[in-house]
């Protein structure tokens, strides 16, 4: 089993928070009206964008598809409830997948939908078993960003697609303005290799790269009106230290994101082709 910090032990139990308590009335509705969806998501993907995730990866009944870091089911439940393929969902702490099964049983799935405690970066399935692959900014929620792109480019087969979004801090960031940019975005940020590269490492081509950030600022924009507008119940909800926290955190993110510092970027990429040997 792999050893976790206590930073990253702080990001677990925060997201388990966020996902019992995104189940709230309350937050439901301010999801939709964000976001536009209420599984109690935690990632910047809006509808539209999960749409593009479906283009991308033309989703249809007999797909398999498998949600890295799908907390309580977003996108990847809803991506099966839309295109009638079946779903993978994995994370680590069990709280998000219980409500996302929970939901697999309520709302009609044609599909087939699993839930897998597992480890982003040692996903416990075959070689090739997946046709497809999402995960929405988990990336920068976790330091083994590499080993999870290999874990990923290893379960998905050769004619196989992966699309992700990812929050990075912008590439010529000044050194004086960096731990402002990191303190703008979530916890693991920060990466020392451009995604770019990673990919190469792990064995993806890039087939589409996007910038999100516009659409990232008004969704941060629109959730932290919300948050002010539903202050008091979400102090008596999540306490009053953590409300103010997160409207503190959405500020710095916009703060971050008015000089630049941060981006948020969607990547479409499938397997490298094996270099040639028959020396052409
Ligand atoms: C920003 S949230 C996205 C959750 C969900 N996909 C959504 O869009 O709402 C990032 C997720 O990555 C998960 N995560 C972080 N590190 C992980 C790891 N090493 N293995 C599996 N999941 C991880 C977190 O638990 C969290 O649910």
Not at 34 to 54: F, H, K, L, N, Q
Not at 144 to 153: H, N, Q
Not at 228 to 251: C, K, T
């Amino acid at each position: 089993m792999i050893k976790r910090t206590s930073a990253e032990r702080a990001v677990f139990d925060r997201f388990s928070k966020r996902y019992e308590l995104g189940q709230s009335e309350v937050m439901r509705s301010i999801e939709r009206s964000v976001c536009g969806c209420d599984y109690g998501a935690t990632s910047w993907t809006t509808v539209a964008e999960a749409r593009v995730i479906t283009d991308i990866l033309a989703l249809r009944p007999g797909t398999r598809l498998l949600d890295v870091g799908s907390g309580s089911g977003w996108p990847g439940l809803y991506l099966a409830g839309e295109m009638g393929c079946d779903v993978t969902l994995t994370d680590l702490p069990i709280t998000g997948l219980r409500i996302a099964l929970k939901r697999a049983r309520a709302d009609p799935i044609s599909g087939i939908c699993w839930g897998c405690v597992a480890d982003a970066a040692a996903l416990p399935f075959r070689h090739g078993v997946f046709d497809a692959v999402i995960h929405s900014d988990v990336l920068c929620c976790l330091p083994e960003k590499l080993d999870v792109l290999k874990a990923c480019r290893r379960v998905v087969r050769d004619s196989g697609k992966m699309v992700f979004s990812v929050i990075l801090i912008a590439p010529d960031v000044p050194a004086d303005a960096y731990e402002q940019a990191q303190a703008g975005g979530p916890p693991f940020i920060a990466s020392d290799t451009p995604y770019p590269e990673l990919l190469r490492q792990a064995g993806w081509q890039i087939t589409d790269h996007r910038d999100l950030t516009a659409d990232y600022q008004t969704t941060v924009t629109r959730m932290l009106s919300q948050l002010e507008r539903h202050a008091d119940e979400i102090a008596r909800l999540f306490g009053d230290a953590d409300a103010a926290d997160q409207r503190a955190r959405r500020r710095a993110t916009l703060d971050a994101l008015d000089q630049r510092l941060v981006r948020r970027e969607l990547f479409a990429v499938v397997p490298a082709q094996a270099p040639s040997t028959d020396g052409r």
